[in-house]
């Protein structure tokens, strides 16, 4: 029986929760999510997850901070100056800001807080900190 390994191309459906069973991702009502299994294309418990599958096995997977988006980085929290933003945009809690950093990666700042004239953006991936919960199923190894 074919199984999945490193450098196989796969095709997973899959649902992703957080621990109090909030949905926060699914391909279930779209295609399943087509992915090289250990090319960095997705979270590395995800690529691990999948090692081993056959077609049409299901199994449910918990990964822990280190193996999704990495720990909360405080240190990833900053003012900013709102002279830094277009003319006439004021910052509101929640939005989201794409940037890149010095190598050209992109980089996703959302604003923490707003007011008084101070602006504070947290470059951390909105699900860093986060233990994640995954129903997986093996649709396919292409």
Do not use: W
Not at 3 to 25: L, P, Q, R
Not at 44 to 66: C, H, T, W, Y
């Amino acid at each position: 029986m074919l199984t999945v390994k490193a450098g196989s191309t796969v095709k997973i459906h899959y649902t992703g929760t957080f621990d109090d069973g909030e949905v926060f991702d699914s391909s279930r009502e779209t295609e399943p999510l087509e992915f090289e299994v250990g090319a960095g294309q997705v979270i590395p418990g995800f690529d691990n997850a999948v090692i081993g599958m056959s077609v049409g096995e299901a199994k449910q997977v918990r990964l822990l901070e280190d193996e999704a988006y990495g720990p909360y980085n405080q240190e990833m929290v900053f003012d900013a100056d709102p002279d830094q933003f277009e003319e006439g945009l004021t910052p509101e809690i929640g939005q989201q800001f794409q940037t890149e950093m010095e190598d050209g990666t992109p980089l996703l700042l959302t604003v923490k807080s707003a007011e008084s004239g101070k602006i504070v953006l947290d470059a951390n991936h909105p699900m860093a900190g986060k233990v994640l919960n995954f129903d997986l199923e093996l649709m396919v190894i292409v």
